[in-house]
């Protein structure tokens, strides 16, 4: 199973909005709702902000959205705050035995 | 409040074995299942293994098939992953983490705070 391919790094303004995109196949990300994204800050572990493509976890600011057409699947981050200085990675429910799949991250700058 | 406190890494030789353990409270730990995910240092998320909320179904990534053991004892809520026939490949950090469902769905809701594996001679 290779992982899902995302940009190495995006970077915004504070305020600006940001889209990370998440590449897979029909096989992972264009076959099933269970799209997930998570946000790492430095020697943290990583932390659920959108599960089943677009659905928030309580306490989890609106500011993130997620959403998915065909085999890629995006986070959006809305009016960019220094605090979403972070690495954030996609994954996906794969099927089979090789059940999970983990995007390459994204490194998220606040200019 | 959903705890998760991973044990057991270290420094082992290649070759060697090690078991890594976690407690889980806070929660119906029978109810969900759980997995391990691992990151390289300065690297990203690898899902390793995972595990159905009764036990009964396991699920490996290729690179650790046939070397890695996940299991679970409900009654002491402990998730467990025994690493046998470790490489050098195998340095990380391994997180524990629950699932959002009884069967794997590779969504987590919660994480542990990591434990070191490190495979040098």
Redesign the interface.
């Known amino acids: 199973?290779s992982?899902l391919t995302q940009p190495r790094s995006v970077s915004g303004s504070p305020g600006q909005s940001v889209t990370i995109s998440c590449t897979g196949t029909s096989s992972d990300v264009g076959g099933y709702v269970?799209v997930?994204w998570?946000q790492q800050h430095p020697g943290k572990?990583?932390?659920?902000i959108i599960?089943?493509v677009n659905k928030r976890?309580s306490g989890v600011p609106d500011r993130f959205s997620g959403s998915k057409s065909g085999n890629t699947a995006s986070l959006t981050v809305s009016g960019l705050q220094a605090e979403d200085e972070a690495d954030y990675?996609c994954?996906?429910?794969?099927g089979g035995?090789?059940?999970?799949?983990?995007?390459?991250?994204t490194k998220v700058t606040v200019l | 409040e959903v705890q998760l406190l991973e044990s057991g890494g270290g420094l082992v030789q290649p070759g060697g074995s090690l078991r890594l353990s976690c407690a889980a409270s806070g929660f119906t730990f029978s109810r969900y299942a759980m997995?391990w995910?691992r990151q390289t240092p300065g690297e990203?998320?690898?899902?390793v293994s995972?595990i159905s909320g009764g036990g009964d179904s396991t699920?490996?990534?290729?690179s650790v098939?046939g070397r890695f053991t996940i299991s679970r004892d409900n009654p002491k809520n402990t998730l467990y992953l025994e690493m046998n026939s470790l490489r050098a490949e195998d340095t990380a950090v391994y997180?524990c983490a629950k699932d959002?469902l009884y069967t794997?769905?590779?969504?987590?809701?919660h994480?542990?705070?990591?434990t070191l594996v490190t495979v040098s001679s």
């Open positions: 199973q992982a269970y997930s998570y572990a990583p932390i659920l599960y089943e976890p990675y994954s996906s429910y794969a035995n090789n059940l999970g799949v983990f995007g390459t991250g | 997995g995910v990203g998320l690898e899902w995972g699920y490996y990534a290729d098939k997180y959002l794997p769905s590779i969504t987590f809701d994480w542990g705070q990591g």
